[in-house]
């Protein structure tokens, strides 16, 4: 079924109860693979990107650059095929097809400026787990020399070329770098950015970058310098494989006592999540094509965890977490320090039996942007909970894969609604959790 069939499937019905078994494959991150995407509109030779998941985000990339006058056509074995010999910006009343449905658009800035001079961006879209704002791209894209103008519904840029700038950010924001990231690469001289992300997404964009021609050196400190070049050519790159989809389902295995084998999970870039899954007691076998995981004992562990950015416990982990640990013996602690609205989930999984309280205060060490600003960013979970199961709306796509895996764990029958949010990062969700054995009916 394709995307566009998948993305009007909006209900599903499960029965819980049942213990998850068998094999999952996961390929080209979400939170990669439309960033990959991205940089080969910054050369007019072709590119491929191999290891692609057919998900909504990409069928949005795939849209946008096609709007933007190029070309992109899925090959055969799970790959994408780009060439942007022409980019042209897409006249305003167009942009509107992409507002509010990812972030992604706001990432073309660098491209469509390098190649055209002109840029104009939608109000962006994303989950829905706190305001989102986007003044550290427009502030680094002033720095490097953009003039901006923001109006209600959009941002139009200008640039003859863009110059190297030294940078800072407030905050390791991975959208931001990733804009640096686009953009300097073909600007005039060197930038400096400090307090730089430094997920393994970044890194993989970084990797493709430097397979076009870039020179993109990643200092000590957060510090990531771009010599600016003047021109780059195509790359052949396999995606990064998705982390954070291989996390969802080793909670989900670990929450029913059911064993999963993911195909394509990698510990490198996984590293803090087994940790932390094997503290809860998860347990985990690393193979060479891939991750299987399980619950150690009877009994999972309740543990105190925080959210940070890389190196430490992804923000995209938290919620399948979550609902891992209200089956924990204990009472867990969980504070979100990236997003002020990630626990957004949580009031639907107390309609289910869940024993959670949430908590504006800061629980734990991490110095926290949150402290003081009325934000429910950390809560308190007591287990084992026996979860019923109840009608749900999903609000994110990481809180709707933390439904399913309640409504796996909960007695009785759950209806999900809004299920199409979760094919926006969860390739042939469906379709892995029959392999899975769960017992689904789509609506
Ligand atoms: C990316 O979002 C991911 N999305 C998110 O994954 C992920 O949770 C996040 O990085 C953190 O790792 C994609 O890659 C498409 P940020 P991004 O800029 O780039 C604040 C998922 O479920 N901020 O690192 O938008 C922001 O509000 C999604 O797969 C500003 O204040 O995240 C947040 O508090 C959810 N101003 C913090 O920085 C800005 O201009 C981190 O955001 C930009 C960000």
């Given at each position: ?389 109840a009608e749900i709306h999903i ?16 007695n009785g029958a759950s209806r ?28």
């Amino acid at each position: 079924m394709s995307n566009a069939k998948k993305s009007q499937v909006n209900i599903l019905d499960i029965k819980g109860g049942c213990q998850l078994e068998g094999e999952v494959f996961v390929r080209g991150a979400k939170n990669t693979v439309p960033k990959n995407m991205v940089a080969a509109l910054l050369t007019s030779d072709s590119c491929v990107i191999k290891n692609i998941a057919h998900i909504v985000d990409v069928d949005i990339m795939c849209d946008m650059i096609e709007a933007l006058g190029s070309n992109v056509r899925f090959t055969r074995n799970h790959s994408l095929q780009i060439s942007a010999s022409s980019l042209a910006q897409m006249p305003l009343e167009q942009t509107w097809a992409f507002a509010n449905k990812s972030r992604i658009p706001i990432l073309t800035c660098g491209p469509l400026l390098a190649r055209n001079g002109h840029a104009i961006v939608p109000a962006l879209g994303g989950c829905q787990i706190g305001d989102r704002p986007i003044d550290f791209h427009i502030e680094v894209l002033k720095a490097l020399g953009a003039r901006i103008e923001i109006h209600d519904t959009h941002l139009e840029m200008f640039a003859n070329r863009l110059r190297g700038a030294k940078i800072r950010l407030p905050y390791p924001s991975v959208g931001a770098t990733e804009q640096v990231l686009l953009s300097s690469v073909l600007a005039n001289g060197v930038t400096e950015l400090s307090n730089a992300a430094i997920e393994p997404e970044i890194m993989d964009l970084i990797a493709v970058l430097q397979k076009m021609g870039a020179i993109i050196s990643v200092d000590t400190h957060r510090v990531i310098t771009i010599h600016g070049v003047d021109k780059l050519s195509g790359f052949n790159h396999k995606a990064l494989p998705d982390r954070l989809e291989a996390a969802s389902w080793a909670c989900l295995a670990a929450a029913t006592k059911g064993r999963i084998f993911v195909r394509g999970a990698e510990q490198m870039n996984m590293l803090t999540f087994l940790n932390a899954f094997r503290q809860a007691g998860g347990a985990f076998e690393i193979t060479e094509s891939g991750i299987e995981f399980w619950r150690a004992d009877k009994t999972l562990k309740a543990m105190a965890l925080e959210t940070d950015v890389h190196p430490g416990f992804m923000t995209d982990w938290q919620q399948p977490f979550a609902v891992m640990l209200t089956q924990a013996n204990g009472l867990s602690v969980i504070h979100e320090t990236v997003y002020e609205g990630r626990f957004g989930y949580i009031e639907a999984f107390k309609s289910m039996g869940a024993q959670i309280q949430l908590y504006q205060r800061c629980l734990g060490q991490i110095s926290c942007r949150f402290a003081n600003r009325n934000a429910l960013h950390s809560a308190v979970i007591a287990g084992p909970t026996t979860l019923r199961g109840a009608e749900i709306h999903i609000p994110d796509l990481r809180g709707g894969f933390s439904y399913i895996i309640a409504a796996l764990v909960a007695n009785g029958a759950s209806r999900l609604h809004n299920i199409r949010l979760i094919h926006r990062g969860y390739e042939n969700i469906i379709e892995k959790l029959r392999a899975l054995k769960a017992n689904i009916q789509e609506e």
